[in-house]
């Protein structure tokens, strides 16, 4: 097991037992753990929005013109791989 993912499981299981222990109960413990977990992935998805560049008024065109629908704050990253699929599509 990749060393990072075994740091990830540990990390987790010793979460869950401590969450566990709090709440008597295995079954609320882990809808706590996947709610905690919804909550980081969240504020990171959050971050990597608030550190990106938006995307260029050419990327922005040419998703219009392809008729591809696109949230507004969208960044340069998740507006190729949108163009990206939106072409291999066409191929």
Known sequence: MDKYIKSKVDE????FDEIAVRTD???VALGLLDQICKDQRMNQ???ERKNSDGATDKQK???R????????GISKKEASMLLEEELAKAQ
């Not at 987790?12 to 979460?15: E, G, M, S």
């Not at 013109?65 to 507004?72: C, M, R, S, T, V």
């Open 25 to 27: 109960s295995e079954q």
């Open 65 to 72: 013109k392809l008729g591809i629908d696109f949230p507004e």
């Open 61 to 63: 065109h040419f998703m």
């Open 12 to 15: 987790y299981v010793k979460l």
């Open 45 to 47: 998805i959050k971050q």
